[in-house]
């Protein structure tokens, strides 16, 4: 049955996570994503599952990508610095072909910065954490249900597409407190990875057919014996140099993620239609938007809303399709102007790209976005 509850962002990753089906986390604590490794250490035994305090973050994310491989859906939690640190094995995952969850809360940085602050300084870290061209799937919840609701489909699409899937939290939503009405799970969509029917050695554990981009394996354990290397391999999993093979296999990672990006990509538009002025914004800056929005349309200013729900890869298609109309975008962000590049990137020649951000430590105002829309003198950066 579906559930009322009063339950915290964090809270609400850990009980998506659950519902997905994830049954072991690893992880080190760090404000402001330590609900998610305490909540995990007291359901997750409840439900026949592991949780492990690891002693960092490299070595959290090294175990949820051996539990994956040995077939257990697996996530961590982390801020910006312990995010750091997991780069490197989150590009073995990548290469590797390892779905699991990466749940980011970010906080003010660089380095430890302020840790309990509001930020959204790590959306360009999610896209190159890591080093080389690699595939990137990154989800960013505005609220409770949706931290819920987003945790269930990054796992979906991590086992879908066999790869680290990154959920952006912010700590507005992971610190934040609502009343919500969480799904019956049984009537959510699960997705499992697809399984070989192989036993003993394959020498092919990585083919993958024409037209297709997603390997069927068998996780270790279950019969079917295979190599997994950071390297770039062939089919059969072992390194090689061979520079044709080699790209072939690295340009299918790419492709997997980008050929379905239309499967992969949400948005989210509101009051868009008739809308001369679209605010551009991810993750818990939605909130401020909104009621700014609100009071704006009182006036009778016409402005709406835009928000990337899946901010990697980018989408930057629906963003032209659905803002063709628009002539002013006002990208809002706890950053210094990260998804602005790409807002920028993506409008049309004759739209006006403006910017409002912030990275003191405070939140975004509803009177900040309507002083910024207005053109009144304040924290306001125009570019």
Request: proline share 5%; glycine share 10%.
């Amino acid at each position: 049955m579906s559930k009322a509850v009063l339950m915290q962002g964090n809270e609400a990753v850990v009980e998506g996570a659950i519902a997905a089906g994830a049954r072991f986390f690893a992880g080190y604590p760090i404000t402001p994503s330590t609900e998610i490794a305490e909540q995990s250490a007291l359901r997750l035994p409840q439900v026949g599952g592991t949780f492990i305090q690891m002693e960092d973050e490299l070595a959290s994310v090294a175990a949820v990508l051996g539990a994956s491989a040995a077939g257990v859906k697996a996530f961590t939690a982390t801020s910006g610095p312990g995010f750091s640190l997991m780069q490197e094995n989150i590009g073995y995952g990548m290469m590797a072909e390892i779905p699991c969850v990466i749940v980011d809360v970010q906080r003010t940085g660089p380095s430890t910065g302020l840790a309990t602050s509001p930020s959204q300084g790590d959306y360009m870290q999610a896209r190159w954490g890591t080093h080389g061209d690699h595939p990137v799937i990154a989800l960013s919840p505005s609220s409770v249900l949706e931290a819920y609701r987003l945790t269930v489909r990054a796992f979906n699409l991590s086992e879908k597409y066999r790869t680290p899937v990154i959920l952006l939290m912010d700590e507005i939503v992971g610190h934040m407190r609502e009343g919500v009405t969480l799904p019956n799970p049984n009537e959510l969509i699960i997705n499992s990875r697809k399984m070989s029917f192989h036993d003993g050695a394959n020498k092919q554990c990585y083919f993958v057919p024409e037209g297709q981009y997603v390997p069927a394996m068998k996780p270790f354990g279950r019969g079917e014996r295979y190599n997994v290397t950071g390297l770039a391999h062939d089919v059969s999993g072992f390194p090689t140099n061979d520079n044709a093979v080699a790209g072939a296999n690295i340009k299918r990672l790419l492709d997997k993620v980008e050929k379905n990006a239309d499967d992969i990509i949400r948005t989210e538009e509101i009051l868009l239609d008739d809308a001369e002025t679209a605010v551009v914004c991810f993750g818990g800056t939605k909130r401020a938007a909104m009621d700014a929005i609100a009071a704006l349309r009182e006036k009778g200013e016409k402005v709406g809303l835009f928000r990337p729900v899946t901010v990697w890869p980018f989408p930057e298609k629906q963003l032209r399709e659905k803002c063709a109309h628009v002539r002013r975008l006002l990208v809002v962000e706890h950053n210094h102007g990260q998804m602005l590049l790409q807002v920028q990137r993506a409008a049309a020649p004759a739209q006006r790209v403006d910017f409002l951000g912030r990275i003191d430590g405070t939140v975004i105002t509803p009177d900040d976005i309507i002083a910024a829309i207005e053109g009144k003198e304040g924290e306001y950066h125009a570019q």
